[in-house]
């Protein structure tokens, strides 16, 4: 029997504890801290406060289980992952996308689009944050899913704040990809809750629809073609999977340095919407 603590009280930390409960050969606590004994850890709780609830876990060698975002800036990030080094411990990013069926059918369908030009992403709902900006809320989803669209990390962001000034609550952002561009918009102002990808290739463009019932279509020739996916729920796919890491029978499937080039891409639009649109460039250490 395996026994994790969720750390976390708000919707969707009871989400997560409801998939809990649908797993076999496991019991969770809850947790508000270090203390008590258990075989693996769920950060669940407000953004900001992921790296420190996360750390005397991570510490201790506990494997740990961080929401998105895993750090709301890229020096608490770094701090954990120093950590995490020191004490060789799991660390498993929490990006939910990763675990979606229809989000690998629709990287798994990229070579059918020829050469990658392009994509966009728009993501969007009406429930602002006070403990965050909609930048670190929102655009880890399809950040997460960057690396396996374009192949590399991104080298330079461009930002701007639409509404919210400092703190956005609506913000246009485009990185670079060695040419190749992603623009990205994000609100908490939409009545509607959105996650789509539009990938544009010399040969056809790609369409991802979270909330749509059909989210994967493929358009090439002047067709549409609706692409087949398993409909397992991603967060039942995503717990198992760290279950299952604990338990030993799997290695990391969503390990903390692959979550290095989306908090790289997170702190650099941060920084060019401060900037007013200033272009970043994303340095990573030699």
Not at 13 to 40: F, H, K, N
Not at 173 to 186: I, K, N, T
Not at 217 to 240: Q, W
Request: aromatic share 6%; hydrophobic share 45%; with cysteine.
């Amino acid at each position: 029997m395996v026994t994790i603590g969720l750390i976390g009280r708000g919707a969707w930390a009871r989400i997560i504890g409801a998939t809990l409960d649908s797993l076999p050969e496991l019991r969770w606590v809850p947790l508000s801290g270090p203390g008590v004994s258990v075989d693996g850890v769920i950060i669940a709780n407000r953004s900001k406060d992921h790296v420190s609830s996360a750390l005397p876990f991570v510490e201790a060698g506990v494997a740990c289980f961080i929401e998105k975002p895993v750090a709301t800036s890229l020096e608490d990030f770094l701090r954990l992952k120093a950590a995490a080094d020191a004490s060789g411990s799991h660390v498993f990013a929490g990006h939910l996308h990763r675990f979606n069926h229809a989000a690998e059918a629709f990287c798994a369908a990229l070579p059918e689009i020829g050469e990658l030009q392009s994509a966009t992403a728009f993501c969007a709902n009406g429930k602002p944050r006070d403990d965050t900006s909609v930048i670190w809320d929102w655009l880890p989803h399809p950040l997460s899913l960057a690396a396996r669209i374009f192949g590399t990390p991104a080298d330079r962001a461009t930002a701007r704040s639409l509404e919210g000034g400092a703190r956005p609550l609506r913000v246009a952002a485009q990185l670079s990809y060695e040419g190749r561009v992603f623009d990205l918009e994000a609100s908490w102002l939409s009545p509607e809750p959105a996650f789509r990808i539009t990938a544009t290739g010399t040969g056809g463009r790609l369409i991802l629809d979270d909330k749509a019932a059909q989210k994967v279509t493929l358009m090439r020739d002047g067709e549409s073609v609706a692409l087949a996916y398993d409909p397992e729920l991603p967060l039942t796919r995503e717990l198992r999977a760290f279950v299952d890491l604990i338990r030993g029978v799997r290695d990391n499937p969503s390990p903390l340095y692959a979550a290095e080039d989306v908090l790289r891409s997170l702190d650099a639009i941060e920084r060019s919407a401060a900037a007013e649109g200033a272009p970043v460039a994303i340095n990573w250490p030699v």
